[in-house]
């Protein structure tokens, strides 16, 4: 029965909760066994059954009735640490409130269960220290690379990320399940610990793609919008660059499911956006990070590590006219993506240009391959998805969540 528990879809696990075929203790007891015989994954940072099964003992209304949810450890647990993947905050105290997300989720019945691992601050792709539970040769993807590995594992059905330029959605098509980002902007950060304030966004991470549905109106705190889909775009060869063969099909496989007229999109090669958006998304992490005291190092025992602390040292010494002219160009690519994303279209693109790297593979080395066709979503302002698709991360973006959500939907058909 655990096993069978433990594997539930989220829309299967909230019909049986309602139904009252299992209950959250249940549940609960479920993904907590299928935790500990997990633990080997690294996917948790903390977990905290005895409030969790408190809670399970309560009622839950709302539609994430007594559903386990795990939270990225970049956002306040009440109770719980945030130590952000980053040994300068090894030290931190319990948080006194749960960030304004989590409290919303809280709210409409979800039971925090623990946190996951995160690259440290959120600033890379690997998540080192984790294996993906999927495909244990390659890395599970970053930086929301622990709450991936989670529900990839059956640990919890449902599980909370961030995404500044690819962080829901890299894990998701690395670790084969299902991945939603909202747009900058669309849902509050409150006791978030921020990247780049322009770009991070708040998501979700599913087994299957008709739970994003239920996993995003819950996140979001608020009922679908019907929306009526026009067209399917595509980008042409020149903006994706260099794709695998697998990757071109598996997103070609999605256009003709979708059974929608086909356009193409020509915008700058998305190469072309990884300069600039480096350095708006360095300039504003190095602020955040002073702001936070995190860098410098007030001591040796709190100091970031070797790789973020030289990018922050980069930053630096970037002058501001550079950055100025970063953003506006970087401004500018997002408009005219947004713009060629018209209202009630869907953009279907490859999410990675070929299969998840090596567990061997270094973050510097891996971090442009991973987030170009990605980031361009979040400058453009684009909600994103993505889904397997034969067995390949397919990535879905639109203007706004509901459109990309009834885009999922018609694929799942």
Not at 23 to 41: H, K, M, Y
Not at 159 to 177: N, Q
Not at 319 to 348: D, K, N, Q, Y
């Amino acid at each position: 029965m655990d096993a069978g528990l433990a594997d539930l879809s989220l829309r299967e696990t909230v019909a049986r909760l309602r139904s009252r075929e299992i209950t959250p203790s249940e549940l609960l007891e479920a993904c907590l066994r299928r935790i500990e015989a997990t633990r080997d994954l690294g996917a948790f940072v903390v977990v905290d059954p005895d409030t969790a099964r408190r809670r399970a003992r309560e009622p839950q209304p709302g539609p994430l009735h007594g559903v386990p949810l795990a939270v990225k450890d970049l956002a306040d647990v009440a109770g719980l640490p945030t130590r952000a993947g980053t040994r300068a905050l090894h030290d931190a105290p319990p948080a006194r409130a749960d960030a304004a997300v989590v409290a919303g989720l809280r709210a409409r019945g979800a039971i925090p269960v623990g946190k996951t691992a995160t690259h440290e601050l959120a600033a890379g792709v690997i998540t080192p220290g984790i294996r993906n539970p999927r495909h244990p040769e390659a890395i599970a993807g970053g930086s929301s690379g622990g709450s991936a590995a989670a529900v990839a594992a059956g640990a919890v059905p449902l599980a909370l990320g961030t995404d500044t330029a690819g962080s829901v959605r890299i894990p998701a098509a690395c670790c084969g399940i299902c991945g939603l980002n909202g747009r900058a902007g669309r849902l509050p950060m409150d006791g978030v610990m921020p990247l780049s304030e322009s770009f991070d966004t708040l998501g979700v991470l599913v087994r299957e793609p008709g739970d994003l549905a239920l996993a995003w109106h819950a996140l979001s705190g608020r009922e679908p919008e019907p929306r009526s889909l026009s067209a399917a775009l595509v980008c042409e060869e020149a903006t994706l660059g260099r794709v695998e063969a697998a990757e071109l099909s598996a997103a070609a496989t999605a256009v003709e499911r979708l059974g929608l007229p086909t356009r193409p999109v020509s915008v700058e090669p998305f190469r072309d956006w990884g300069l600039p958006r480096s350095a708006v998304i360095g300039a504003e992490s190095l602020s955040a990070h002073r702001r936070a005291g995190l860098y410098p190092a007030r001591d040796p025992d709190h100091a970031i590590g070797e790789e973020l602390a030289g990018w922050h040292a980069e930053n630096e010494r970037r002058p501001a006219a550079e950055v100025a002219a970063a953003r506006a160009r970087l401004t500018a690519l997002g408009r005219a993506l947004h713009a060629a994303v018209e209202e009630g279209a869907v953009l279907v693109l490859p999410a990675l240009p070929g299969p998840p790297p090596p567990r061997t593979a270094r973050n510097e080395h891996v971090l442009g391959p991973l987030t170009r066709l990605l980031a361009p979503m979040n400058a453009a302002g684009l909600a994103g998805a993505v889904v397997p698709v034969d067995g390949v991360g397919v990535q879905l973006a639109a203007r706004d969540e509901d459109t990309v959500l009834a885009a999922v939907a018609r694929l799942a058909e």
